[in-house]
């Protein structure tokens, strides 16, 4: 957009006495705040005509990236394409109209399609019986570690208050066994990225309430001592946690239930295709082996006979309002269906591929610290000749000039100049073969005019920020 009155902010639009809405007068007449409730001087809000605002804010739209304008590897976050079948779902009347007071009788379809949507989630993992009310991937993990701290407290077991943590998880891992108040105890990785069982063997005794897992795990690896693990872990008499955030790699061709996992949460705004970021809406299903589901929060759906209910309590968990983020639901539950039994088992083979494929294609150029196959996403250590001094930080700028989405980057901490790569399964290889080309250009560009890259982005509405001063003073107000 190159006309220069859109690029401007609202405030800078203003003009004394347009007005974009004209209200009917009040036929019921005035009711007169209190005057300590009401401003002493009108509060300062840009005046626009209305047909100002829509350009102005159908422009901004314009600037924003999302799956829809183009690839977007962020990894650990599965930004998958998001079929427009399941907004329109969701957007359905019976679905988004029901109260979650309305009398059961008059919501059956609605409850059918949640309680199926638990029994879905089941199949797909091996678990007993699943909650949906969390609403959020930390919010099933703290979900789940209170469920099995009032597994142990069913028991008389008071005394277990430590959660172990593979250094590599993800750093919701350690926030939610914090928030729970348990303790956090780190467990080491090995070289080879994944968990080191000697160092986890010395870490388990009476004290311990559970070990939590991400598997395949932050590096994209597949832990391969899973069965020796729970072994040990339950030995000790603590339950294994599993964070299926990304289930992605993992549809259809394996399920942790079978793994020997006890609990488990998934993230239906990454692995079951309804959209995220920017905090929110979300919704992160917790569900547990045969044995626990006394212990699952309520309310819940349940079945009986042909009829659905909701079954409530007083006592036990309760981590949400009502049933939890129901529009996602629907939404997840349409892409199941959608897929059907065959085409989501292609999901984890073929996620899988594409990221063996980028990683492959790029690691003569990129640093690739842990080698071998990884599952559906892979960690490069920045640039591979490192003696230009561009970052990570400026090849991922460098690449949103080229209209990609940059992919994770400084995360996983373990190492300095990671670059997380998650291509998702929905991907044409025309898309990743141009994604791999423009990564091969930004590593030549590095070593033949680094200050190119180094000082990108160029063609961005925003060039280059400065992080730092951003995130310690923050102008969040037009002035
Ligand atoms: C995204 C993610 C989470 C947290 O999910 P939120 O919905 O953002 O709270 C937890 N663990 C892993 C591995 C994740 O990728």
Redesign the pocket.
């Known amino acids: 957009m190159n006309n220069k009155l859109y690029g401007k902010l609202i405030f800078e639009l203003s003009h004394e006495g347009s007005r974009a809405y004209s209200l009917p007068g009040n036929e019921f007449g005035g009711y007169e705040l209190p005057s300590e409730m009401r401003r002493e001087a009108d509060a300062e809000l840009p005046e626009c005509d209305e047909l100002t605002v829509v350009r102005h804010y159908t422009n901004m739209s314009g600037n924003n990236f999302g799956v829809d304008n183009g690839f977007y590897p962020l990894g ?2 599965t930004m998958k394409y998001n079929p427009y079948i399941n907004e329109e779902m969701a957007a359905r009347r019976e679905f988004s109209a029901v109260h979650p007071l309305q009398p059961v009788d008059t919501c059956q379809g609605a409850l059918a399609v949640y309680y199926n949507l638990q029994k879905s989630l089941s199949a797909i993992t091996g678990l007993s019986e699943f909650t949906l009310n969390p609403f ?4 099933g ?1 703290l979900t789940g570690l209170m469920i099995i701290r009032a597994y142990h407290e069913s028991r008389g077991d008071g005394k277990r208050v430590k959660v172990i943590v593979p250094d590599s998880a ?1 750093g ?2 350690p926030a939610s066994a914090a928030v729970c108040g348990l303790e956090v105890v780190e467990v080491k990785s090995t070289a080879d990225g994944t968990v080191d069982v000697e160092d986890l063997r010395g870490l388990l005794d009476d004290t311990v309430a559970a070990m939590m897992m ?1 598997n395949p795990n ?1 590096l994209g690896l597949f832990e391969p001592r899973i069965p020796e693990i729970a072994e040990m872990v339950h030995a000790c008499g603590a339950l294994m946690y599993y ?1 299926g ?2 289930l992605n790699p993992m549809l259809g061709v394996c399920r942790p239930g079978d793994m020997g996992f006890d609990v488990m949460h998934i ?1 239906l ?2 692995t079951f295709s309804t959209p ?1 970021g920017g905090g929110g809406p ?1 919704s ?1 299903p917790v569900g547990v082996r045969k044995g626990l589901e006394q212990f699952l929060p309520k309310p819940k759906v349940v079945k009986n006979g042909d009829r659905y209910d909701i079954e409530t309590a007083d006592d036990g968990i309760h981590v949400g309002a009502f049933l939890g983020n129901f529009c996602v639901d629907v939404k997840a539950y349409t892409y199941i269906l959608t897929l059907g039994r065959e085409n989501l088992k292609m999901v984890g083979p073929l996620a899988t591929l594409n990221a063996n494929y980028i990683k492959e294609c790029l690691k003569d150029v990129y640093d690739l610290p842990i080698t071998g196959l990884c599952k559906h996403e892979f960690v490069f250590n920045g640039l591979k000749d490192k003696s230009t001094g561009v970052t990570t930080m400026d090849v991922a700028k460098r690449l949103l000039d080229f209209g990609f989405h940059a992919p994770t980057i400084y995360f996983p901490l373990l190492f300095h100049e990671a670059m997380m790569i998650e291509p998702t399964e929905n991907e044409t290889k025309e898309t990743i073969d141009a994604f791999i080309s423009v990564m091969r250009e930004i590593a030549r560009e590095a070593k033949d005019e680094p200050e190119t890259v180094k000082s990108a982005p160029h063609d961005t509405p925003i060039g280059r920020v400065d992080d730092v001063l951003a995130a310690k003073h923050p102008v969040l107000k037009f002035q």
């Open positions: 650990s976050c959020a991937g930390a919010h993990e993800h919701t891992n991400t932050t964070d955030a990304n993230n705004h990454k995220h979300g992160g």
